[in-house]
């Protein structure tokens, strides 16, 4: 039985590290220490009993069983998201990797005569939203980029029945051990908007009004709609957009004012957009994915290779992340010095700021032109160089 729905979920009571937890296929874990913890839950690293590691490699997800968010989460991966179904879309798609993170095991366990649930899962790095906080915003190639490895993931939890629905850079996590890679993480609001392949009807409803993140959230889910497909690509939009300029149109305070402010732009694009676009960044690309996400019916299929060729025109290969490497050598920055380290030890520099990162904040709270329905759009020029070769260089800058 799934759990009521609570408006205020409470945080569980932690659980003492060392503690060790049954999942439901025999596995056993050990708890690590507890690295973050959010509206809901806690978060711990953990260990396999039968692989001792001195690296943690997963974490564990816990809230009280009569809580909701981890429970939708778990059915998203029992039923969306094992790991053989994406090995196998991997496969279909000729992907290199799928940006959602891997799940290990479940279960149920005790403490102090509560029960609490757990999820075993992939450990990540630091989220984007992070460095955002340190950079104010990405290079244009970086935020393009994010915006194709996000269809990605976005298709394939699409065509499982399921729709995302809180899209934004504190769940955008860069890959622990590489960098290069970005995973859509956080399934806790996730909705099946197309039940055994029937999908929601259009139903506005003024009690479910603004739900999600107010500066990222859908017009739909303003209106307290169901989230749908579209509602997942134009809060895309929304996070991208806020990657690039360092900003977003509107202030995130009244509800009802940020709803307003994107029905606005919504209505005017891409025009809107690109008046408002800072000189110089990637907003042009965003404008012209956004009017194509806005103009889908509620209930439509979304051209999800279209939308990416819409970020990438010129249909240049995507290359790693330009947050701290392009090559086989980089520059690395700290505040004292300047030097030149291989690659290899780049990573393992910005895998321990990660760590310290998180032990810092560890209590903290058809065509581009076919679905533009007659609006003129500036032709696009090729974005040479808009992703890495293997063999750039680059400056990388760890964040202190």
Not at 99 to 119: A, D, K, V
Not at 211 to 232: C, L, M, Q, W, Y
Request: charge should be positive; proline fraction near 6%; aromatic fraction near 10%.
């Amino acid at each position: 039985m799934p759990p009521r729905r609570n408006e205020k979920y409470r945080l569980p009571v932690p659980l003492p590290e060392g503690k060790v937890l049954d999942d439901t296929e025999g596995k056993q874990w050990v708890l690590g220490k507890m690295i973050g913890s959010g509206g809901f839950g806690l978060v711990y690293l953990a260990f396999p009993t039968n692989k001792p590691d001195n690296e943690a490699r997963h974490v564990i997800k816990v809230e009280y069983q009569e809580n909701g968010p981890l429970f939708s989460e778990l059915k998203f991966y029992q039923r969306a998201a094992k790991k053989d179904y994406i090995k196998s879309w991997i496969k279909l798609k000729k992907l290199d990797y799928l940006g959602i993170p891997l799940f290990y095991g479940s279960g149920i366990t005790e403490f102090q005569g509560r029960s609490y649930r757990f999820m075993v899962m992939e450990r990540l790095g630091i989220d984007l939203q992070k460095i955002l906080d340190q950079n104010g915003t990405f290079k244009k190639s970086t935020v393009l980029q994010l915006g194709i490895r996000m269809l990605d993931v976005l298709e394939y939890i699409h065509e499982n029945e399921y729709v995302h629905g809180d899209i934004k850079a504190a769940n955008l996590l860069l890959g622990y051990r590489n960098p290069d890679q970005v995973y859509l993480a956080d399934y806790g609001l996730c909705y099946r908007y197309c039940p055994n392949g029937n999908h929601k009807q259009y139903q506005e409803n003024p009690k479910k009004a603004h739900n999600g993140t107010i500066e990222f959230t859908s017009v739909d889910a303003h209106k307290g709609v169901a989230p749908s497909r579209r509602s997942d690509l134009e809060t895309l939009a929304y996070c991208l957009l806020r990657c690039c300029a360092g900003r977003l149109p509107w202030e995130a305070r009244d509800p009802a004012a940020v709803q307003a402010a994107k029905t606005s732009l919504l209505d005017e694009l891409p025009e809107s957009v690109l008046k408002w676009a800072p000189s110089g960044s990637c907003c042009r690309e965003i404008a012209q994915y956004l009017t194509c996400a806005h103009n889908l019916a509620y209930d439509e299929k979304p051209d999800y290779e279209m939308l990416k060729k819409i970020l990438n025109p010129g249909g240049i290969p995507l290359g790693p992340l330009d947050f701290y490497t392009r090559g086989e050598s980089v520059n690395v920055h700290t505040p004292n010095n300047q030097k030149v380290v291989p690659r290899k030890a780049a990573t393992k520099q910005v895998n321990q700021m990660q760590n310290r990162l998180i032990e810092k904040n560890i209590h903290s709270e058809r065509t581009a032109e076919s679905c533009l329905t007659g609006r003129k759009v500036q032709k696009e020029e090729p974005l040479t160089g808009l992703f890495n070769s293997e063999t750039a260089q680059v400056e990388v800058r760890l964040l202190f």
